[in-house]
């Protein structure tokens, strides 16, 4: 069923907007057709604040996507990030009518009960994600369908979101001539493409650097247990070479993706970079070792602020693959060993080619688009869900089918039965 079927990403980020157009190969695995970017001036730390701008530049990424594809793009799963993202733990329950088999439909009323909880006003839930079942008082339960019990509960990991920020992003896709399939939290999304599910299993922290935010997601035993935006990225590392260097905007950003490091012991002491002066005025010579002070004095604050999100959560002695740093912000040479040096725990960077099969688009192997093939993959993922239930309601009516025919053939034996009795009983009177 999905070989043909064709989903696209549309990340809306803070310093790019792009659009990624997937299908899954015979080998199920994805296969990009096509891939479109703009620069994203109208969003700031993941919220649309120019509707305008960040429209123009939807329809350029889109057209872009839509082009190299040779596919008309309508639909699209767009992801959501952002400071105003909260998460929470929430309790629910159910009390069936029989102790017969649990099914998918007692799991999903369970689950639609928790869209019922009383949040923050003007917030909206997003996400809700089962963590472990208990039926009948048994708890540590991953999948409770085909068990018998009368009692249903579960902790879930509720995920909420501003309505405003959920409200512009979908006024955006709109004007952009599009429809929202789905909305991802984008840590989720990026930790489609970046993680294994060894990783997710054992315990695993993936941190997302994005140029306005770095977003976490913290698993353990295949389950999202924790999720956190912080309100720094890329983009605060360049305002402050910008202001340290006195430079530019544009050089400051030429000079962290080229010349920069994590951690200042590394870089060459008598190196010197030279930048074109401003009209008139003599190139400025600015040494590397003292840019490599400066992004390491923010970078630590940012590792920090990850540090404190996972011991927070709980799961700081349980991650035994340790931290996956994705995002633009990854590619900044010696971060994994300033993570690690700060944080104590096993790191790597994480590339998106986890389920990428081969294609002629290699460009989306950057961690900086982690993200925008999650999204691709997500929708995919909406689909296996969406075909498994199907599945089990023609199982269950097949089930309902072999039941109602051994009733069938259980009455005609009580028949039968009653029949040779009566008839032992007549022969008995003789």
Known sequence: MQEDKIIVGLDIGTTKICAIVGRKNEFGKLEILGMGKAVSDGVIRGIVTNIDK?????????????????????IVNVGIAGQHIKSSVHH?????????????????RLANDMYRIV???????????PQDYIVDYEDGIKDPVGMSG???????????????AINNINKCVRRAGLEIENLILEPLASSLSVL????????????????????IAVFYDNIIRHTAVIPFGGNIITADIKQGCMVMEQQAEQLKTKFGRAISEEASPN?????????????????????AHIIEARMEEIIEMVHTEIISSNFHKKLAAG??????????ANLRQLFEYMTGLDTRIGYPNEHLGKGKIDTAK???????????????????????????MEGKGSRKKEKQSAKFFQNILEKTKGLLIDDIDDHQDY
């Open 54 to 74: 960040t429209v123009h530049a939807i329809e350029k990424a889109i057209k872009e996507a839509s082009d190299q594809s040779g596919i008309d793009i309508r």
């Open 92 to 108: 629910g329950s159910i009390t069936r009518e029989s102790d017969d088999e649990i099914n998918v439909e007692d799991v999903n």
């Open 119 to 129: 949040i923050p006003p003007g917030s909206e839930i997003i996400h809700v994600m």
């Open 150 to 164: 009368v009692k249903l509960e579960a902790d879930f990991h509720i995920i909420t979101a501003q309505n405003n």
């Open 196 to 215: 294994s599910d060894e990783e997710k299993e054992a315990g695993v922290c993936l941190v997302d650097i994005g140029g306005g935010t770095t977003d």
């Open 271 to 291: 190196e010197i970079v030279s930048i074109p002066g401003l009209r008139n005025r003599p190139p400025k010579e600015i040494s590397v070792k003292n840019l």
């Open 323 to 332: 931290i996956v740093v994705t995002g633009g912000g990854a590619q900044l």
């Open 366 to 392: 950057s961690p900086m688009f982690a993200t925008s093939v999650g999204l691709v993959l997500s929708g995919f993922k909406a689909l296996d869900i969406r075909d498994a239930q199907y599945a089990e």
